[in-house]
């Protein structure tokens, strides 16, 4: 079984690899100030060390009431200015120029005067949103459940430590005692951190990840020259207690995105849900493929493995010395 998975996953980091240089979202959000007026906010990310090219669109009638102030901070550009439109916005388009020729998303983020808000994601393939007359929390909760889906998906540490304990938990009532373990774990700190119970600098926490995943490279070789380690033994408490760094990971994620003040615990418990979801897709993906290509024990396969074993190690080393660079 674990040779397959091995081959399974093996598959997922060409396709994952190709793409590793993770884009976050970037975010626009306006707050309405008066009739018509709005401040504006646009926080434009980085695409391996250069900025994307990537500007806002409002209708004809929107012009700038004041200079564009810019800003670099972590990892891009913050830019604030206001602008005044001729009639509402309502029933109108926003777009986001050059967002089809990138491959991340922006997240719109719009606070009336009232105190609602209107949340939605716009991406490459859709670069816009027209602005709807009745604002509801289903929008807030597609919106949120997305965001956490593609934050684990395309969060190449998070699926390698996930892969790593399916390497070491052999047995699946095992597994799912452990995964469990993992999903409350981070679900905890995901929540506490988020509604600002607890504050933990995000540098230190990336690094502690990046460590995590180390841990169990280290564990998996250890396992193939006989020797049981922690993780073999008691890998429920492993998950759990690496699942809360991670959870403090996913909660830096979504202070980046922001969220909907009149609806905090909607967007959280979604953007949650999301994260679980993709958790689930990422592990059925690995279990179908290694069904699917069904490969027998060899012993070129176990130097694969044993290769692909040292290969997370290598990453997350790097990972790492990387964030422990940015202290």
């Given at each position: ?145 997305l965001l956490g889906t593609e934050h684990i998906l395309e969060g190449i540490d998070h699926l390698l430590f996930v892969f790593a304990l399916l390497l070491i938990v052999k047995s699946k009532r095992r597994l799912v005692a452990t995964l469990t373990a993992f999903t409350f774990a981070h679900s905890i700190t995901l929540s506490v951190a988020t509604l ?132």
């Open positions: 079984m674990i040779s397959q998975i091995i081959c399974g996953f093996a598959l997922l980091l060409l396709a994952s690899w190709s793409v590793a240089d993770e884009v976050r979202p970037g975010y626009l959000e306006l707050n309405e100030r008066g009739k018509n007026t709005f401040s504006v906010v646009f926080k434009v990310p980085k695409n391996k060390n250069q900025y994307l090219l990537v500007d806002v669109k409002f209708p004809a009638d929107c012009i700038a009431k004041s200079n564009v102030i810019a800003q670099s901070i972590n990892g891009a550009v913050l830019q604030r200015w206001y602008i005044q439109c001729g009639d509402k916005l309502v029933g109108r388009r926003i777009s986001i120029k050059g967002l089809a020729m990138s491959n991340t998303d922006i997240l719109l983020r719009l606070k009336w005067l009232d105190g609602s808000v209107t949340t939605a994601l716009l991406k490459p393939a859709h670069p816009f949103y027209e602005i709807p007359v009745k604002r509801n929390v289903i929008d807030i909760a597609a919106t949120y459940l600002g119970l607890v504050h933990v600098p995000q540098q230190p926490v990336e690094a502690a990840i990046a460590l995590s995943i180390l841990f169990l490279a280290v564990e998996l070789i250890h396992g193939k020259q006989g020797k049981s380690g922690m993780a073999e033994k008691w890998p429920w408490l492993v998950a759990f207690v690496f699942g809360l760094l991670h959870g403090f990971g996913f909660a830096g994620a979504l202070a980046e995105i922001g969220l909907p003040q009149q609806a905090i615990p909607l967007a959280l418990v979604f953007f949650n849900l999301g994260v679980e979801l993709g958790q689930l897709l990422f592990v059925a993906t690995v279990f179908i493929l290694s069904r699917v290509l069904s490969l027998k024990q060899s012993a070129a396969f176990q130097r694969a493995e044993a290769a692909l074993i040292y290969g997370i190690g290598g990453f997350s080393s790097y990972w790492l010395i990387e964030r422990i660079m940015f202290f």
